[in-house]
T-cell receptor, first 115, second 111 residues
């Protein structure tokens, strides 16, 4: 069975500050990991994904995440927060990169960006 | 290029009723998955359809059923609605080897 734990249901940062959203996973097989963003009343948009290539993954909107097997972590970072980054962020795990396997999501982290 | 389309966007039903939600996948996608997102929680996998058959199922009761049509569109049916079924229902389409594209969801409120 796979699971994802997102530490911190709410994170607040000032505009221009570093964004760090934490994700730890549990998986009995080599995982594929994803970060999604959800704006109010919208679906999920893929930010980035790890599929066993480079451990540092770059995504859209300046976000990146690093896969650390020894720490079973896949934390999401952005050097400088923008007001438009305010949204809910979900980390997810699957046991295959493609469409054939279900995604297991964490409970989400609400990011607030303060002016 | 149209993405994933879900209808209706909002729905209010009475406890005990039945509901049908619809999803049109992104052009070229052949697999449809359904997720339930309760307020303040992450999405939970309900089931996945491929070639008009249920290929995978999450931990949901038989009150939740689905269908996929030859044009790859899909329906999610929920019978005997409970208050706890109130949630955002997300449809995601995909093609083998590629990632998911999510729709904007249907907000179901059971009163």
């Amino acid at each position: 069975a796979q699971s994802v734990t997102q530490l911190g249901s709410h994170v607040s940062v000032s505009e221009g500050a570093l964004v760090l959203l934490r994700c730890n996973y549990s998986s009995s097989v080599p995982p594929y990991l994803f970060w999604y963003v959800q704006y109010p009343n919208q679906g999920l948009q893929l930010l980035l994904k790890y599929t066993s290539a480079a451990t540092l993954v770059k995504g859209i909107n300046g976000f990146e995440a690093e896969f650390k097997k020894s720490e079973t972590s896949f934390h999401l970072t952005k050097p400088s927060a923008h007001m438009s980054d305010a949204a809910e962020y979900f980390c997810a795990v699957s046991d295959r990169a493609g469409s054939a396997r279900q995604l297991t999501f964490g409970s989400g982290t609400q990011l607030t960006v303060l002016p | 290029d149209a993405g994933v389309t879900q209808s209706p966007t909002h729905l209010i039903k009475t406890r005990g009723q039945q509901v049908t939600l619809r999803c049109s996948p992104k052009s070229g996608h052949d697999t449809v998955s359904w997720y339930q997102q309760a307020l303040g929680q992450g999405p939970q996998f309900i089931f996945q359809y491929y070639e008009e058959e249920e290929r995978q199922r999450g931990n949901f009761p038989d009150r939740f059923s689905g269908h996929q049509f030859p044009n790859y569109s899909s329906e999610l049916n929920v019978n005997a609605l409970l208050l706890g079924d109130s949630a955002l229902y997300l449809c995601a389409s995909s093609l083998v080897g590629l990632g998911y594209t999510f729709g904007s969801g249907t907000r179901l409120t059971v009163v």
